[in-house]
């Protein structure tokens, strides 16, 4: 049987193929007229070079995100860049360049610019042994001062850098560096308050935005690397308040070693108890369903003590014991595996519950948002 006129196979593979051949001209075009590198721009848009390479040469089309930050970084006509060539005239191309560089920078400070500035930070201590935290939970919450910045001589475009003093046991002593730090007018000025009285807590790095995390790369003085993954909360907002980051770093204490955990950041002072916080940072813990180990329990225990005269009889009380000891720790083993070592991952519901910790906390504090 012939296919029919309306198949949409065919006709969607070559006009998928079509589209992307014209793509990746386009994309072509704007690397050149622009003097910049296939790279440079994965870096601009947020994409793996690998990725960028891949629309570049056609062989897959963006998705529609990317074009809605290209037309963000770059004023392109989406319509145009899709269905035609784009052409840059001659005559105009150093003024086109100049003029879309200009905006660029400016869009890039407007979408950074929401970012800026001063943090606290929470997360919990990583020096005790695997199984063998006494800590009560004031005392296992640390404390931090985060500070994202403008690079004040960037070269060839805007770009954004952070640094952190990390360590701190008690909010008096993030509150009080906090209010030295802010009273500083400069990034050089902070950055040189950091060097000379905390370089022994202190991590510096770099500040990247992709099209949907926000990315801080920080390392201590050739001992650690951290990376930490935040999500992208896109807002009317003039700033961004806070969230949860999911973090890969060194953990500290007589052994270091690879750690990976969650912490919080926050424009404002959390007024909320130690508790609350490490719940948050635990992200409430993991749902955990022990319907059937209960009944396990329940059944076994009929077994030796109701049901069974041969067992009540057979079995001593240390014997019973046993029994009913291992059967809970196996299935509290279980329940751990599943639900607690698996993954961990900050869902958008995770987010959300930081966030509105930080509201009430600036509210709490009288700060207008």
Request: with cysteine; proline share 3%; net charge neutral.
């Amino acid at each position: 049987m012939p296919m029919s006129s309306n198949s949409s196979m065919p006709m969607s593979t070559e006009a998928n193929q079509e589209v992307c051949a014209i793509i990746a001209a386009n994309l072509r075009i704007l690397i050149r007229e622009m003097g910049i590198t296939q790279k440079r721009l994965a870096q601009q848009l947020g994409v793996a070079t690998a990725t960028m390479n891949d629309y570049c040469s056609g062989r897959r089309a963006p998705q529609a995100t990317f074009f809605v930050e290209l037309r963000k970084l770059y004023g392109i006509d989406i319509n145009e860049f899709l269905t035609s060539t784009i052409h840059f005239p001659a005559s105009a191309r150093q003024t086109s360049s100049d003029s879309l560089t200009d905006s660029l920078t400016e869009s890039l400070r407007r979408v950074y610019g929401k970012y800026c500035g001063f943090y606290y930070v929470y997360y919990l201590d990583t020096s005790r042994f695997k199984g063998r935290d006494t800590l009560s939970t004031a005392m296992s919450l640390l404390r931090g001062i985060l500070y994202i910045y403008e690079e004040p001589s960037s070269v060839g475009g805007l770009r954004c850098s952070c640094a952190a003093v990390l360590g701190i046991p008690t909010q008096e002593e993030a509150d009080s560096l906090m209010q030295e730090f802010r009273a500083s007018d400069a990034p050089v000025s902070v950055l040189e308050k950091m060097e000379s009285s905390y370089s022994r807590m202190a991590y510096y790095g770099n500040f990247e935005i992709g099209q949907e995390h926000a990315f801080l790369n920080l390392r201590h003085a050739g001992t650690d690397r951290a990376l930490a993954i935040l999500h992208r909360i896109e807002s009317n907002k003039d700033n961004y308040l806070g969230g949860i980051a999911a973090i890969n770093s060194i953990s500290k204490g007589r052994e270091r070693m690879p750690v990976l955990q969650f912490f919080g950041i926050s424009r404002y002072r959390l007024c909320i108890s130690p508790e609350d916080i490490q719940n948050a940072l635990l992200l409430s813990y993991p749902i955990v369903n022990v319907r059937e180990e209960v009944e396990e329990v329940l059944r076994i225990h009929r077994v030796l003590f109701i049901d069974n005269d041969d067992a009540r009889s057979t079995f001593t009380p240390d014997q019973k014991k046993a029994v009913i000891q291992s059967t809970v720790e196996r299935a509290v083993r279980r329940n751990l595996i599943s639900n607690a070592f698996r993954y961990a991952k900050i869902s958008k519901e995770d987010d959300d519950i930081w966030y509105h910790l930080i509201k009430s906390s600036a509210a709490s504090a009288g700060v207008s948002k």
